[in-house]
């Protein structure tokens, strides 16, 4: 799966620390790079509120990322509205500055949308739940995290968990995908991550609970349970349905891997860039074979003389 960390960079790029107020009503710049970066921050607080709140978004340290079926669209949808208006504020933008954001935003959310077109149509969807879980509990409880937020880690892990009302098991959401994209044919996940995943996550699983137990939160212990249990079980899903049909190369779709590198600045056809590459090779293979006897020559020689 890709991760989700483009919109997110180019969030940060664009949410600039607030100066003092200016003594006129004139909206800085930056106050309106602000307020167009935020119409993606609502987005991705919806969606992915764990990271969201890491980002500082408020008020959001009990909600959870969607995983009910659909919830790949669903995103893209959004990310689209948000687009839209974003395009349509650019197009009468006439700050240069805010007209730069404007275009590093617009440029992260079309990347993420065909990431997730992509991934979603090639790829089967396979999540490490133990570090997700672990991750959003561990955001929470950390000692520089004010102590007013931390109960909210058990809510959290209430609804990975399905306690809470109108909530479904992470667990159960995350099997039911990846076995559709098993039945569909789409590319498994590369052996090597699903063995790292299966040999850190035990440790993980148990520090959810450590943590609960460190920073003293009240009632944490049927959430704690419940979720160790769906997460052991969920380990065995991965050692029975994923390991074994995982893949033992890193081979990718032509399309996916044109699109992983685009995400690194190459903009050139994956095709070219393979010719070009054993072109470059088969003319240092040639260098070296020009020149190692030469070399042994030397070496001779000077064996001679000594």
Not at 64 to 88: N, V, Y
Not at 185 to 204: H, I, M, Y
Not at 209 to 225: N, P, R, T, V, W
């Amino acid at each position: 799966m890709l991760k989700r960390t483009v919109l997110a960079l180019a969030l940060l790029a664009c949410t600039h620390a607030a100066p003092a107020p200016p003594a006129s009503s004139a909206r800085t710049w930056i106050e309106r790079s602000n307020q167009n970066a935020q119409l993606l921050l609502d987005v991705q607080a919806r969606f992915i509120p764990e990271l969201s709140a890491r980002l500082g978004v408020a008020g959001i340290d009990d909600k959870i990322s969607d995983f009910a079926p659909g919830h790949r669209e669903r995103l893209r949808q959004a990310t689209k509205d948000a687009l839209a208006e974003l395009e349509r504020r650019q197009a009468g933008e006439s700050d240069p500055l805010v007209a730069q954001d404007l275009a590093i935003l617009i440029d992260a959310a079309k990347r993420n949308v065909k990431g997730s077109e992509l991934n979603e149509r090639l790829v089967v969807a396979y999540y490490a739940l133990p570090r997700l879980v672990f991750g959003s509990v561990r955001g929470l409880l950390d000692d520089q995290i004010a102590p007013a937020r931390r109960p909210a880690a058990l809510v959290r892990v209430r609804k990975y968990a399905g306690l809470e009302p109108g909530t479904t098991s992470i667990v159960q959401l995350a099997e039911a995908e990846t076995r559709e994209g098993f039945a569909k044919g789409l590319l498994a996940p590369s052996k090597l991550e699903v063995e790292n995943d299966l040999s850190t996550s035990q440790f993980l699983i148990d520090g959810i609970e450590k943590l609960f137990q460190k920073y003293a939160i009240a009632g944490h212990e049927e959430a704690a349970s419940v979720i160790r249990k769906q997460l052991a079980d969920y380990l065995e899903f991965v050692k029975a349905e994923v390991l074994p049909k995982a893949r033992d190369d890193f081979r990718l779709p032509p399309e996916l891997y044109q699109f992983q590198l685009e995400q690194v600045g190459v903009d050139i056809p994956a095709a070219d860039l393979a010719q070009r590459a054993h072109a470059a090779f088969a003319q240092i293979q040639g260098e070296m074979q020009f020149r190692l006897p030469r070399g042994h020559q030397a070496a001779e020689e000077g064996a001679d003389s000594r």
